[in-house]
Every structure is written in C-alpha cells, then in structure tokens.
C-alpha cells in the first residue's frame, strides 16, 4: 500500500487466527514497517485496535479511503521505528459475521496481528509488542492484556493503553439507551450477537424496530459525516426499539454482557486509560470504576482525565500521552502509578 508517514513499507495482509469456536480463521489488516535495518531482537511492535467502524465485511479499516488517518498517533510510532500492525478484527474485511463487542474474538485477532506484523520484511522478528485502542479497540486492547500470556506465550506484552474503553457493557447498554449513539450501539450489538451467538434478537426488540436495524447494520462509520447519516438513519427507533426495559437483565443477554466486559489484568502488566469528562457514551465513572477494579488488583494504572473531550475524540487528544507512555514501555521504564492520587485503593 501507498500513503504511510516517512514512506514507511506497508502491506495490506491476510492472516490466520482463531475463531471463537477455536477453529481457524481467516481475519485482515494492514502493517506498517518504518525504513531502515531493524535493530538487535526486532523493532517493537504496536497494535492498534480500532474503535466502531461496522458490522458487516465492507467497513473493515482497512478498506478505508483514510486508512492511515484513523491510526492514531501512526506518524509519532514509525518516527520512532515502531512496526504497527492494524487488525481489522474477524469478519470485517472477510466473510461476516462481525462479533461485535466479543473481546476474546477481538483480542486474539489483534495477537495474531502481532505474529504476522514480526515477519514482515524489515520488522526483524520482534516479540516484544504493547496494544492501544479506543472505544471498542480500548476493549480488545483490555482483552488483549487479559489472555496474551496464555494465547501467545511466544510473544511478550509490555502493556495496555485504552482511550474511553468499552468496559461494563451491561451498564453500557442501559445508560445510554436513551441516545442516538446508545440505540446504534445496542443495535449493532443485538444484531451481531443474534448471529455470532445465537441469541434471539425478537425476544427484546419490538418488530417495527428489526427493518431499521437490519438498516444500520449495513452502514459503516469513516467520519463525521457517516455519524449523522446513521443519526438519521437511527430516527425511527426514537419511536420504538426494545420490548423490554433492559437486555442486560434477561438471558441470554445478560450472561453475554458479564463475559465480554474485561476484568482485571495480571498485575505485572502496566495500563495507561484516557477518560474525557464530556464523554456521553463511555461515561467517565464507568471508566473511574474500572480503573479502582484494576488498582485493587495490583496493576500499575496511570489514568489522564481530559477536561471537555468527548467520546470520538478520546483517542486523538490522548495521543501524545499515549504514545510517550508506550515508548516508556518499550525502554521497560518504572511504569507510573496514579491508583493513589486518584484515590483508588490498592
């Protein structure tokens, strides 16, 4: 491919990975590799793991018009000689269904991606590698943290960024559902899980609602204007959505939610997490609450509040902080701890 910072090599690739019934499968993505000879032991790898773009195989980033632009903090990473691997998870880009919101579905895509991005020309076959991701990429990056030691024990993790992770999806789901941004989560989420899972859509959804699902499933998200084209799209689902008063307290909903929402991390995996106070889809106690989950159990968090930032710009107005806490990691620095002065109890 063409168009990556500082002329960096980049290659549009197919890999394989495991699909949630531990089968292979086959997921897309992109890796870009910085000029140059690597250095002893593989450049460091970074994986991105990309926030809500769709749910059927046409909306994979990778297919994206500005492919390059919706990496954040790409051109600070190859700068450095970071070797970036994008995946565009299961389903998206191949053939669907997209499980989304499935964090071990995501996680494993985004491990693999690592192992492929090590054997590219001019990576040098790095095992080293930190994830970083936003809004459902901040999930998969949490879920990443979760089973790498187990998934990839040839591989090692130094740690985890998120910018406005997807956390508590049952709390989610219900907070939210009175916003156009909710309804299309819920939507996405009800129509992929009917077909990833099996479970029943019809059983909390009212009818006249399945037609404009069935509709925004079909839509992609690239920028702004696809937000308010799906807004628009959303509209008929101010008048009737769900059946009931909340999925998340009805099976199988209920036991879905539980167990794609991450849990803690092994302590000695560091986590950076980027909240904004004005974020209306992530809600920042939601976020607060599970960074006190992960200072409980032992792990050194450093959590930055952003005064005034929403949830779609979480991740490019954390960038600069992210991307020099990474290359923290890749030095193995003593990672920061804010549990104390944020008050979370350890």
């Known amino acids: 491919m063409t168009g990556a910072p500082f002329g960096a090599a980049t290659y549009r690739v197919l890999y394989r990975s495991t699909g949630l019934d531990d089968k292979p499968i086959l997921v897309s993505g992109i890796v870009v590799v910085p000029q140059g000879p690597s250095p002893p032991g593989g450049r460091?790898?970074?994986?991105?793991?990309?926030?809500t773009t769709g749910i059927v195989p046409r909306c994979a980033p990778s297919l994206a018009i500005f492919v390059?632009?919706?990496?954040?903090?790409?051109?600070?990473?190859?700068?450095?000689?970071?070797?970036?691997?994008?995946t565009d998870y299961p389903g998206l880009g191949t053939p669907g269904p997209h499980p989304y919101l499935v964090g071990t579905s995501e996680a494993r895509a985004v491990i693999d991606s690592v192992r492929v991005a090590s054997t590219m020309p001019g990576a040098g076959g790095g095992t080293r590698f930190v994830v970083?991701?936003?809004?459902?990429?901040?999930?998969?990056?949490?879920?990443?943290?979760?089973?790498?030691?187990?998934?990839?024990?040839?591989?090692?993790?130094?740690?985890?960024?998120?910018?406005?992770?997807?956390t508590d999806l049952a709390k989610l789901m219900t907070d939210d559902i009175d916003t156009a941004g909710g309804k299309n989560i819920t939507a996405m989420t009800l129509w992929s899980w009917q077909r990833v899972y099996g479970a029943p859509m019809d059983k909390i959804v009212d009818r006249r609602a399945i037609p404009t699902i069935n509709r925004l499933a079909q839509e992609c998200i690239e920028g702004p204007l696809d937000l308010f084209i799906r807004?628009?799209?959303?509209?008929?689902?101010?008048q009737y959505f769900l059946a009931v008063k909340s999925?998340?307290?009805?099976e199988p909903w209920r036991s879905l939610l539980a167990k794609n929402t991450p849990g803690s991390l092994p302590p000695e995996i560091p986590v950076f997490l980027a909240q904004g106070d004005k974020d209306a889809v992530v809600r920042p106690e939601v976020t607060h609450t599970y960074a006190a989950e992960l200072c409980k159990a032992g792990?050194?968090?450093?959590?930055?509040?952003?005064?005034?930032i929403g949830h779609g710009r979480a991740a490019q107005a954390s960038t600069r902080a992210a991307?020099?806490?990474?290359?923290?990691?890749?030095?193995?620095?003593?990672?920061?701890?804010?549990?104390?002065?944020?008050?979370?109890?350890?």
Request: charged share 15%.
């Open 44 to 51: 460091p790898i970074v994986a991105w793991a990309h926030p």
């Open 68 to 86: 390059f632009q919706q990496i954040q903090g790409l051109r600070s990473m190859v700068e450095r000689g970071y070797v970036v691997a994008a």
């Open 132 to 166: 970083w991701g936003h809004s459902q990429g901040g999930q998969a990056a949490l879920f990443t943290g979760m089973i790498a030691k187990s998934y990839a024990p040839d591989l090692r993790l130094l740690g985890v960024a998120a910018a406005a992770p997807a």
């Open 231 to 238: 807004q628009r799209t959303e509209k008929p689902l101010e």
């Open 247 to 250: 999925p998340a307290e009805i």
């Open 299 to 308: 792990s050194n968090v450093e959590m930055l509040v952003m005064p005034n």
């Open 323 to 346: 991307v020099n806490w990474l290359g923290d990691r890749f030095a193995e620095a003593q990672p920061p701890n804010t549990c104390g002065t944020l008050g979370y109890a350890r």
